[in-house]
């Protein structure tokens, strides 16, 4: 079993095909409220995951172990969306809009669902090599992953929350020219389900990104 990474909140080891994910210890809790924490933030992302499951790409769960603290799932190979800018030469946009397409319509569903995921960065997107058919327009598959801070919620505020986190996650990343594509895809999913909310959600977008300048402003 090999440690792939370490976060604030777990820790991720590979073991063949499967991928571990446990929660740590933290020192500063008391031991009985740290346990407590820890199991009902490990059963919540296991539920949230398999609430997804079969409507978008997420990670899936093989088996959660509450005690331990640990969520058993297959592991997905390809890159991160951090690092994909990396990878992709001038000639190849056209692929990352694309996929840029795809993961507008992956979240749409996922609010769609009542889910925020509520740490929606470039960090938590993979881009995975599992194509389709050759057959096929072969796209690559993006996953959403990493719901360990993710709620249920129908509020429009959470949910232009998400998107205003994860424009400024591109930008910093360097692919903010991907966003528009994003909300693309997106709004595409709400139209096709004659699902009048996007308007709201976007309506609501530009106050909270209001509010963030504001606060940026004040804090320099």
């Given at each position: ?61 093989l088996?959660?172990?509450d005690?331990n603290f ?79 801070l ?8 959470d ?56 606060f ?5």
């Open positions: 079993m090999e440690l792939i990474a370490k976060g604030a909140e777990s820790n991720l080891y590979k073991d063949g095909e499967i991928l571990i994910k446990e929660r740590i210890k933290k020192d500063y809790r008391i031991t009985e409220i740290d346990e407590k924490l820890r199991k009902k933030r490990t059963l919540s992302e296991s539920k949230i995951l398999q609430k997804l499951k079969g409507e978008i790409n997420v990670p899936e769960v088996k959660t172990d005690k640990k969520i058993f799932m297959k592991f997905i190979g390809g890159n991160l969306m951090k690092d994909i800018i990396k990878e992709y030469e001038e000639k190849q946009k056209k692929e990352l809009k694309e996929v840029a397409v795809q993961l507008g319509r992956q979240i749409a569903k996922m609010h769609r669902l009542n889910v925020i995921h509520n740490d929606l960065t470039t960090s938590n997107i993979i881009i995975s090599d599992n194509k389709g058919n050759k057959e096929e327009n072969r796209e690559k598959d993006v996953y959403v992953i990493d719901f360990g993710s709620f249920i919620s129908q509020r429009t505020e949910e232009a929350t998400d998107i205003v986190v994860l424009e400024h996650s591109l930008k910093v990343t360097g692919i903010g020219f991907l966003f528009e594509d994003i909300i693309e895809g997106y709004k595409n999913i709400y139209s096709e389900c004659n699902d009048k909310k996007a308007d709201e959600i976007f309506k609501r977008l530009k106050e909270v990104k209001k509010r963030v300048r504001y940026e402003e004040e804090n320099v």
